[in-house]
Structure formats: structure tokens, C-alpha cells
């Protein structure tokens, strides 16, 4: 699944266009330079680590789906299936198997974040 939305190819359009046709106060423009650059630096990050977080949650589907017993590890069976509830004795298991990685996704998104 994408990490982000809007998607990266979205978000490269957007900045394109905003910067063939940049607000005429300089303040706005201003401002918006530095979301630009803020939206630059988590592409950055996305390009960089994207890869290895689609691969860990890849992983994590895997595993959560034969912890749950599940016939396949499509994504949407996974997602229904936690959706049903019931999984307390699981629980447990899939937050300590999915707590690393929302923090590799903080990691791309909001670096700075206090651990």
C-alpha cells in the first residue's frame, strides 16, 4: 500500500505547479516556500526509506495473517478481519508486531518526533 496520501508522483505535480505559478505576495510565497521545502525533504525521506518500509510491512501482513489463521495475506482480509474484533488473545502480539513499524513511518514522516 502507498505510505502516503496524496502520493509522491501527487505531491512532486503539486509543488511543480506552485512553483510555475507562485502567489504574488511575497509573504504567501514565503510561507508556501517553506512547505515546499518541508514537502521536498519528506519525499526525500520517502524515496530514501520507502522501499524498506514497504518490504516491512509486506512482512508484517505475512505475519499478522498467520497469527489471525488467515486463508491469504491480502491486505483487505487482514484489515476485515481486525475490523471483526475478537482478538484479544492476539492483540498483544500484532501491536508489539506493528509498533516498530509506525515508528520507521514517523520516521519518514515527522523525523523530529520524540520517541
Not at 475478537?86 to 520517541?115: F, G, H, Q, T
Request: with cysteine; charged share 30%.
Amino acid at each position: 500500500m502507498p505510505i502516503n496520501r496524496p502520493f509522491a508522483s501527487e505531491l512532486k505535480t503539486a509543488i511543480e505547479q506552485y512553483r510555475e505559478n507562485p502567489d504574488s505576495d511575497p509573504r504567501v510565497d514565503g510561507y508556501y516556500q517553506k512547505i515546499l521545502a518541508h514537502l521536498e525533504a519528506l519525499l526525500a525521506r520517502e524515496s530514501e526509506l520507502g522501499d524498506a518500509f514497504a518490504s516491512g510491512e509486506a512482512a508484517r501482513l505475512t505475519s499478522t495473517a498467520a497469527l489471525l489463521n488467515l486463508p491469504d495475506d491480502a491486505l483487505e482480509t487482514v484489515c476485515t478481519r481486525l475490523a471483526g474484533g475478537k482478538l484479544d488473545d492476539v492483540l498483544p502480539l500484532i501491536v508489539e508486531l506493528w509498533l516498530p513499524l509506525a515508528r520507521e513511518k514517523l520516521e519518514i514522516d515527522s523525523p523530529r518526533y520524540r520517541k
